[in-house]
């Protein structure tokens, strides 16, 4: 098992297009690792360039110690898990597993000993004489995840491993996926699309998009302090609110309303300065009686999100969207007032959190 390190990466396909462009990546060992970004952003390909699939235009790759950048992809010591899982349809449960060790030409003894345990850590005990075809897409994850760990690979890579199973099932696997990854310590890459997944499951996520990363972190600095618009859009089950404001006197004027300058950004904002004002839903109150540096406005949308509601207030010409707890009566059409939570307003500036 070991690290990742990656410099300058870039993959340019025949016909120009620029799929990783110069990307710097650390992954520490044992740690599970997100790649999330909207489809056609690279994360594809930057898997299959760490696995050895695509060879990379310029930069490298390290997996522990070892330079990997021109290693055939049989060398480099890495699993994977296929979108698709690519299991093979013709081979039974066994066999599939086993194919790894059959390429580093094992004996079929061992091969089968390696492969049953593995089937075994999967809960795949009684499918072993069964086809790809003759399992759910849930099974065959998990044939395809067994596959990939059977020969202990140094890393893990796994590209969508949840996107193929209906959502209900997601859950289920992406719980059981965490709870393999803590007990087995793989380093391991997971490339996803859908944010809430990568908060659910990574220790860190890398942000990505045109074949660049925007922001790395922890889920919980990735949602509480998107580093940029880019990202502040992306995280989060409801889009953070982002309104146009301008610096005045110490306060920001926006949507009508005053908020103070967070702490870390007096100073660096002069009188006159644009911004953007982030503040999440979730970080807001909502009051039918007006409150000082409150949004006001008029309730246009209430959506029952179960156990609270999405409450959408035109403030002006703007929308402001805040999430409201149960029991709250909230009428449509009626006036509401929406409060940031203290030290939860965000200031952007030309796109870039403003930090001290
Ligand atoms: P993601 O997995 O984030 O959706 P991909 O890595 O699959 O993104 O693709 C990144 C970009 O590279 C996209 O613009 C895609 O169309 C392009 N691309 C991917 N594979 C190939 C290929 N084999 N040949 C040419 N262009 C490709
Ligand atoms: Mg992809």
Avoid at 259 to 270: D, F, M, S, T, W
Wanted: hydrophobic share 40%.
């Amino acid at each position: 098992m070991g690290s990742i390190t990656i410099r300058r990466l870039t993959k340019v396909y025949p016909g120009g297009v620029r799929a990783l462009d110069a990307l710097d990546l650390d992954v520490a060992t044992g740690e599970f690792f997100a790649l999330l970004g909207p489809s056609g952003c690279g994360k594809t390909t930057l898997l299959r360039t760490v696995a050895g699939l695509e060879a990379a235009t310029g930069g490298t790759v390290r997996l522990g110690d070892e330079d990997v950048t021109r290693l055939q992809p049989g060398r480099r010591d890495v699993g994977m898990v296929f979108q698709d899982y690519a299991l093979f349809p013709h081979m039974n449960v066994m066999d599939n597993i086993a194919y790894p060790l059959r390429v580093r030409r094992l004996g079929r003894a061992v091969r089968y000993a390696r492969a049953a345990e593995a089937a075994r850590e999967l809960g795949l005990q009684g499918l072993e004489r069964r086809r790809p075809g003759e399992l759910s897409g849930g099974q065959q994850q998990r044939v395809a995840l067994a596959r990939a760990v059977v020969a202990d690979p140094r890393v893990l890579l796994l590209d969508e491993p949840l996107s193929n199973l209906d959502a209900r099932l997601r859950l289920e696997a992406r719980t059981f996926l965490k709870r393999f990854q803590q007990r087995l310590a793989f380093t391991s890459v997971f490339v996803t699309h859908d944010q809430a997944e990568a908060l659910a499951l990574a220790d860190r996520i890398a942000v990505m998009e045109s074949g660049q990363i925007r922001q790395i972190g922890t889920p919980a600095e990735v949602f509480r302090r998107p580093a940029n618009l880019f990202v502040a859009s992306f995280i989060g089950s409801t889009p953070m609110n982002l309104l146009p404001g301008t610096v005045r006197g110490g306060a920001v004027a926006v949507a009508g309303t005053e908020l103070p300058v967070p702490e870390e950004a007096r100073g660096l904002l002069p009188d006159g300065q644009e911004v953007v004002c982030g503040v999440r839903p979730e970080y807001m109150e909502f009051s039918t009686e007006p409150v000082d540096g409150a949004f006001g406005g008029r309730v246009s949308v209430v959506e029952n999100l179960g156990a609270s509601s999405l409450v959408t207030l035109d403030v002006g010409g703007e929308t402001v969207r805040v999430v409201v707890g149960e029991g709250a009566e909230v009428q449509l059409s009626a006036e509401g007032w929406a409060s940031p939570r203290p030290g939860r307003v965000l200031l952007y500036r030309d796109g870039g959190l403003v930090t001290g």
